[in-house]
């Protein structure tokens, strides 16, 4: 069983990805969302931290709406970096372990190279801001924090490339799909379970091994390239698709609010070294989550 160490395990929004793939995981634990615990209202997120005592924090709430950040900034600053900033302050406090997750949108993704953790960034839109205000709260805080910068979450129900490009594919015959954008899609339970495998032997270590690693399944791929495999993948699956062709598009004729970096490729080699990480490859999360999709379906 995952963080056997812990006595009260607190997992942080709920009906997210990743924070269903925790809450699947760590059966013991106490798990919020914003039905539960607004983490966006300071006071509320507090009084909570007070009340529950968690001895560790499962970060997996965020801001995710990347274009509507553009106009909302203040909420994805509340979310993204001032509630991050008060776990890490708690966990300064009381000894409690940090678990938190930042983007590749932190990059302004330029050149082909994987990022690597100290490269320099910059991000291009609002939501990058907000997360990277996130990572500075946590990382400049002194409890044991452990951040992951991961890429393109994904899995078989929730509001995702995945599920979208399969909702298109079941009634549009013709999709468009940028194949300019190049990263790591990341299956959200092979995420979850290996930040857990990291924090438990991050546990075994004299000194924790607190900082900024990269995890994200292995393999590069476009948006393009994606989204045709998802679909052969689905059909190999018994799925019933309408869709005939998928066309490639660049970035510069799909426009959206917020400006999307080209190169999203994280390098995770840090991770796989120093916490004995072992991400699978986007393939095989593609597989177990189109038959996550099949089966809400059945
Ligand atoms: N999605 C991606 O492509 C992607 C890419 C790179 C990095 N990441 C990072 O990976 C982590 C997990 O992302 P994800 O894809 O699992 O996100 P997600 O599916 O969008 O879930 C985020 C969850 O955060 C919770 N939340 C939002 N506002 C809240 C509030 N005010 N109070 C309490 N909870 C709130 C919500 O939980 P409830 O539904 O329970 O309210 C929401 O479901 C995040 O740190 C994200 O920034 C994601």
């Not at 689905?234 to 970096?261: M, W």
């Amino acid at each position: 069983m995952f963080l056997s160490a812990f006595k009260k395990p607190l997992v942080v929004g709920a009906h997210g990805q990743l924070a269903r793939a925790f809450a699947l995981l760590v059966p013991q634990a106490e798990v919020i969302g914003s039905d539960s615990v607004n983490i966006a209202d300071g006071a509320a997120l507090s009084a909570f931290l007070t009340r529950y005592q968690p001895d560790v924090i499962l970060n997996a709430a965020a801001y995710t709406a990347v274009d509507a950040a553009e106009d909302d900034m203040t909420r994805a600053i509340a979310i993204n970096s001032a509630a991050p900033l008060m776990m890490a302050e708690y966990g300064e406090k009381t000894g409690a372990k940090l678990v938190h997750f930042s983007t590749d949108y932190v990059f302004d993704g330029s050149g082909t190279r994987p990022w690597q953790e100290d490269d320099h960034t910059s991000p291009l839109n609002a939501y990058g801001v907000s997360k990277l205000s996130g990572e500075y709260a946590v990382l400049t805080s002194a409890a044991d924090v452990l951040l992951f910068r991961t890429s393109w979450v994904f899995d078989g129900v929730g509001k995702n490339f995945l599920t979208t490009i399969l909702r298109h594919a079941e009634t549009k015959e013709t999709l468009n799909v940028v194949n300019d954008q190049i990263g790591a899609p990341t299956y959200a339970p092979h995420l979850a379970r290996e930040a857990l495998r990291a924090l438990d032997g991050a546990m075994q270590e004299e000194i924790f091994p607190s900082g900024m690693y990269h995890l994200c399944n292995e393999g590069f791929v476009s948006w393009y390239d994606f989204a045709v495999a998802l679909i052969n993948e689905a059909r190999a699956q018994g799925a019933t698709l309408a869709v005939k062709e998928v066309r490639p598009i660049s970035s510069a004729d799909y426009i959206t609010k917020a400006t999307r970096p080209k190169n999203s490729r994280l390098d995770s080699s840090k991770a796989k070294t120093l916490l004995k990480t072992q991400m699978p490859a986007w393939e095989q999360g593609m597989k177990e989550a189109i038959s996550e999709w099949m089966n809400a379906r059945r």
